[in-house]
């Protein structure tokens, strides 16, 4: 593969990244409103106690993946500033 494929693919990946970081944001914040919504945590108390942990991690989660989002789109950007000045001088 030359150097243009394999921007390519890079830039394929990270959209996948981007993807999931989105996906897991909303997958952890859908969840929080199913358990409270179903009130799972009473139900069954044991698995209250790993809820009640996740649900103090949901905002380390965020951070997380707001970071990642963040650091995906400026590598992209670079990688979209790069291109033309490669191909074009």
């Not at 990642?68 to 992209?76: A, D, H, S, Y």
């Given at each position: ?9 890079s830039l394929l990946f990270l959209k996948s990244v981007l993807f999931t970081a989105f996906v897991n944001i909303i997958f952890v914040y859908y969840g929080d409103i ?56």
């Open positions: 593969m030359d150097g243009l494929h394999k921007l390519a693919v199913l358990f409270n919504k179903y009130n799972i945590g009473e139900k069954y108390p044991n698995i209250g106690k790993i809820i009640k942990l996740r649900q103090k991690y949901t905002k380390y989660y965020f951070i997380l993946n707001c970071l990642l989002i963040f650091g995906v789109i400026l590598v992209e950007v670079v990688f979209s500033i790069c291109i033309p000045s490669i191909f074009y001088i």
